[in-house]
Nanobody, 122 residues
């Protein structure tokens, strides 16, 4: 099992930037793919971005392409989500996810973090 702890959420103005971090511990070698999902009030949890820890291949949801960047630091077992040019519709709880399938889909996730709130004010 992999334990995931997110940090970096908060309140940001539209057009601003925020960086989320996700520290992984435990059986991290079993999770080649790390990613981010988000869930807004009253909506389903949706995919945001993912990265293969070894090939560095990345995948993004259309609404965040060109604005968000996912990266990893294998030495620290940490994955980051750099969020630029944020919009009010990016407001959600952001969850870190670990799995073995690329690209990542919700049903393939093996471990979830507890979530971190991101609020974008207009």
């Amino acid at each position: 099992q992999v334990q995931l702890v997110e940090s970096g959420g908060g309140l940001v103005q539209a057009g601003g930037s925020l960086r989320l971090s996700c520290a992984a511990s435990g059986r991290t070698f079993s999770s080649n793919v790390m990613g981010w999902f988000r869930q807004a009030p009253g909506k389903e949890r949706e995919f945001v971005a993912c990265i293969n820890r070894w090939t560095l291949s990345t995948d993004y949801a259309d609404p965040v392409k060109g604005r968000f960047t996912i990266s990893r630091d294998n030495g620290k077992s940490t994955v980051y989500l750099q969020m630029n040019k944020v919009k009010p519709e990016d407001t959600a709880v952001y969850y870190c996810a670990a799995g073995a399938s690329f690209p990542m889909v919700k049903n393939s996730v093996r471990s979830w973090g507890q979530g971190t709130q991101v609020t974008v004010s207009s």
